[in-house]
């Protein structure tokens, strides 16, 4: 009976059992394939035996082989039999690239253009990669300004296979023969150009090479420019065609210029703290009737911001709402505000620094816990881990914390690879002639930690100088923060001499330097003892005297700095007054007080900077000393003094290669940056004389001129060049002169 039963049973399922394996894929089979096996196309497939048949998947998985490109057509067929659904796929490769050959290329070697394709030799021929590759090539061609260039190909069968050539129409680089405007009613073409950084071409003059980068910014600049003026709906579309010939480029700048605004009312509302008119007071744009300029419109903003953040609302939010006036072309501003909160400052934290100590950076940070934190001290902070010149970036912002009100200041940095230098190398100035210089100096130096001795902030340097007319040797050391406090000490060590026309000088001492640093104000003293000679004199007189002597002095000197950086300053002003006391109780063959100041002053005007110099000293005899040398009087002319005039000539008449007992000189100078922080143009104005006595003031010597100055980052170092008419020449002597000051290595 049990037999039975288990008869019937298998006898009832076998049926199901047939259905629903009729339903499952029993085989694939994969016709054609060379080249792809078959695991490759079934690893792309959802079909695959054991799984149950569905027309529509197998039909979605055909679309993705086919997407592989390696295959011309794909075809399939299906049979059901009592084992369940077999699968036939038949597929037509594509071929096989025997070769690519390229014909017409010289910008470019045929392996650059190969690397740009993206498809190499054996790979299965697959047109949309080609095309793809092709167009990399247009786009590598228009970098190199060869924006008529065109590429084309075609396909020669071999053997069932292909040979891929290329053919490549380069045409020379592209130039602009016209701009055209068109829409411009408010302002010229000629104003509009003078906007661009493309030109037209003027043979021989100006090449008018085409940048399509380029392009793209001057005609963003040229929607600002309108912004500027009022102009807030203004738009422009571009085009570039061909002229007649196809040999150049015409430029299409289609202008619709729309409503001119002006100001009307500005409003505020929100929780303003603060009183209206301080805000007010803050505006670049806020004359009513005034055109409405979208940069200064921003500035209000921005500046508003600022002033929210310096009382230390970090999250400050201002939103600017223009509402058109009842009166055409009038613009209505409310400015809603919400400060938030205040934030003070939690943890000072420290990332991004490998070989610099925590406390190095911290030193500068002007924030320290429980501080309110404002956008002036940020700045501040920047701007002295800045001038330290160990980083290559500097982030500093807050990180907000659970606690309310409290934020961390984070000091990101990314250092420098070096802060090491060696250097050999050579120059040439117009004081020392040519100079040969061998300096090794360490900006980041620790003297406890061998054997790399770095990331401590102290400052170590040797250095070799030799030439026609100058030979230095000098050792310094300085610790910027003695017992981690603000307090600075160093040590220098050194031998110079300098050949003149009419003598040999030369200095051998050593000197200790301590101060103390505050905020804006510094106070320092120089303890110094040096053995001066000098040599080869042509007419020994006690202002002359052969021989040697000692002289002991101590320099005590006020510093006062508000700018912006020591760096590269534009903005701020620098005051320095020192005072040197030799001999009398220091003992020493010389006795005298030499008081020096100096003022260095920046105003921003637009990019250029206004630069104002200022530099005047005095010598007196004290104790025994009846005459001062010539090494320790003031000399006037070129770099540093008046340019325009020979170094020394400026003096007393008859003995300017004396010196005098008093100078003054004046500089006004016009910065502008030509490239970056690394190219600057100066126009000058200088005016100063030397005297023997300050009663004698009169007859300053003046001159203009204009020259370059160069920071070479790596070094460093400036190199200047400057050329000055002198305004008060002396009959004989020539209207101008070239000043040189560089020092490079190599």
Known sequence: MKKIKILLLCLLLNPLTLLFAQNRINSVEIS????????????????????????????????????????????????????????????????????????????????????????????????????????????????????????????????????????????????????????NKAFSAYSLRKLMKVKQRKMPFIKGTFKEDLFEKDVENIINFYKDHGFLDVKAEKKVTQDGKGRTLVLHILIEEGTQYYLGDINFRGNLIVDEKELRDTLALKRKGELFSRKKADANIRDLSVFYMNKGYLKIKINEIPVAAEKPGVVNVTYFIEPDEIFYAGEIIVRGNVKTKDKVIRREVRVEPGDKITSDKVRRSYSRLFDLNYFEKI???????????????????????????????????????????????????????????????????????????????RFSFTEPYFFDRPVWFGTDLYRTRRAWSEYTEERTGGALRIGRRWERTSLGFTFRVEELSLSDVDVPSPLRPEGDIWKNSITASLTHSTLDSKRSPTKGNLSRLSVEYAGDFLEGDLSFVKPVLENDFYWPLGRTVFRSKTYAGMVSETADTDVIPVYERFFGGGIGTVRGYRERELGPSGSEDDGGQSLFAQNFELIYPLYEDILKGVLFFDAGNVWEDWGDFGGLRKSVGAGIKVIVPLFNAPIEIYYGHALDGREGDPDGRWHFGMSFGF
């Open 32 to 183: 054609g394939n060379r080249n792809v096996s078959k695991e490759r196309i079934l690893m792309l497939m959802k079909m695959k035996p054991g799984v149950e048949f569905n027309e529509e998947v197998l039909i979605e998985d055909i679309r993705k082989i086919g997407e592989t490109g390696f295959f011309f057509s794909i075809g399939y067929e299906k049979e059901e039999t009592e084992a369940g659904v077999d699968i036939k796929l038949k597929v037509v490769e594509n071929p096989v690239i025997r070769e690519i050959r390229f014909t017409g290329n010289k910008a470019f070697k045929s392996a650059k253009l190969l690397e740009f394709l993206g498809v190499k030799k054996g790979d299965i021929l697959n047109e949309v990669k080609i095309a793809g590759g092709i167009e990399e090539i247009k786009a590598k061609y228009r970098e190199k300004r060869f924006h008529l260039a065109d590429v084309r190909y075609e396909m020669e069968d071999k053997e069932g296979d292909v040979i891929l050539k290329i053919t490549v129409m380069e045409e020379g680089r592209a130039y602009v023969s016209s701009i055209n405007f068109e829409g």
């Open 395 to 473: 982030n500093i912002y807050p990180e907000f914390t659970d606690r309310p009100g409290i934020a961390n200041v984070v000091v990101d940095v990314e250092e420098k690879e070096r802060t090491g230098l060696f250097v050999i190398g050579g120059g040439y100035s117009s004081v020392d002639d040519i100079v040969g210089m061998i300096s090794v100096e360490q900006s980041n130096f620790d003297i406890a930690n061998p054997p790399s001795f770095t990331g401590g902030g102290q400052n170590i340097g040797v250095s070799v100088e030799f030439g026609t007319e100058a030979r230095n040797y």
